[in-house]
């Protein structure tokens, strides 16, 4: 069943457990599950009697979040309706083995890989799957968790994988950066150079990061930057700017609290030097979801991004530092990637 009504798209066959959608009121019922951000959701029940059982490949990162998941298989196969899907379950053993594993499940036509991990590691499966109908799914065990987060995807690991049992899905946009994809938010200037003091420490979770944060902050200095947002030219001096898919960088906090990951833009945020003691005010508007209305800040959507910095540095990419030159060529590929969700 298709409906289209308002710009929205829906796709919609069996209920997980209601039986087919009838009406309309009981499709706003069914979505108000989900937030509806943008104009174009696309939400996949199938009916399993008509399409067998879905591979299912679950990618665990060991070191992410700090949480070793021992036990996770067992666990997850409590959980999972394995009437829905056949699971196979692997971890990684090195940095970027995510992203090999979700190439290598691609190729094999394995239905969903799931990240059991952060931001990072979903980033490595999602390159591995954007642009394919291999969909992706999502255990939040990561630092930040900002996708799993926006998304309403349950913190809880075996609520997480029971979600994964409704079998919906929507197509989301993906960014890129110099080539590199990025699916929730990437970043130059003070939050590129925290993510990179947060990888080569060993705190991992919301407490490593914070300590990354607060250590950056009283020796960071604001760059110059020449930006082009689709064609219209500006300088700023600026503490970071980051560039928004979703909303949020993890743990809550808001920096585009406009972004929508379904409405084909992406939101350049620049972030002022501002002076140390408005700091707290800062941290109140990021999880207050009320950054745009800081006069530090400065939101412009676009879709073609180019930023000239003073020289190479850190980048940032769904929190993984990754060192990249002066010119940062950045766009929005619309409606790139389907999460089960
Ligand atoms: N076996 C491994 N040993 C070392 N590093 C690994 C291993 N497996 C994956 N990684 C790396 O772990 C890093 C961190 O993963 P991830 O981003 O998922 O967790 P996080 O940083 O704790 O969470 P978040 O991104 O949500 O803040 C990634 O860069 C990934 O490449």
């Known amino acids: 069943m298709v409906f289209k009504m308002m710009g929205f798209r829906f796709v919609a066959s069996t209920a997980e457990s209601g039986g087919p959608i009838l009406n309309f009121y009981q ?23 008509d399409m067998g059982k879905k591979r299912v490949l679950f ?27 056949d ?8 940095a970027n083995h995510a992203y090999e594993l979700g190439a290598e499940a ?17 980033n490595e499966i999602a390159s591995a799957l954007n642009g394919t109908s291999t969909a992706l799914g999502i255990v939040p065990e990561g630092s930040g968790n900002g996708l799993a987060l926006y998304l309403g995807i349950p913190l809880n690991e075996r609520a997480a994988v029971r979600r994964l049992n409704r079998m919906e899905s929507m197509v989301i946009d993906s ?40 250590t950056e902050i009283s020796t960071y200095k604001p760059q110059h930057y020449r930006l082009t947002i689709d064609g219209q030219s500006l300088e700023r ?60 800040v400065e939101i412009i959507p676009g879709r073609q991004i180019r930023i000239v910095r003073e020289s190479a540095d850190a980048v940032h990419v769904d929190g993984e530092p990754k060192a990249l030159g002066p010119v940062l060529d950045i766009e929005v590929n619309p409606s790139t990637l389907r999460i089960i969700c």
């Open 175 to 214: 960014g890129s950066i110099n080539g590199l994809l990025f699916f929730n938010m990437a970043g130059i200037g003070f939050d590129a150079s925290v993510s990179d003091r947060f990888a080569n420490d060993n705190i991992r979770g919301a407490i490593g990061y914070l300590k990354a944060v607060m």
């Open 106 to 122: 691609v190729a094999d036509g394995v239905d969903v890989v799931v990240a059991v991990g952060g931001d990072g590691t979903i």
């Open 59 to 85: 990618v665990v990162n060991p070191i992410s979040g700090g949480k070793k998941k021992k036990g996770f298989e067992k666990r997850a196969l409590e959980d999972l309706d394995t009437s829905l899907y």
């Open 237 to 296: 001096e600026a503490l970071m700017i980051s560039v928004a898919n979703s909303p949020q960088y993890g743990n809550n906090a808001h920096v585009a609290p406009q972004a929508s990951v379904t409405d084909g833009i992406l939101d350049v945020c620049i972030i002022h030097k501002f002076p140390l003691y408005i700091f707290p005010m800062m941290v109140f508007h990021l999880f207050n979801k009320t950054a745009d209305q800081s006069e530090y």
């Open 87 to 94: 699971a196979e379950f692997v971890c990684t053993q090195y």
């Open 27 to 49: 499709l706003l019922q069914h979505l108000s599950k989900f937030n509806v951000y943008a104009d174009t959701f696309v939400v996949l029940n199938t009916d399993q009697s």
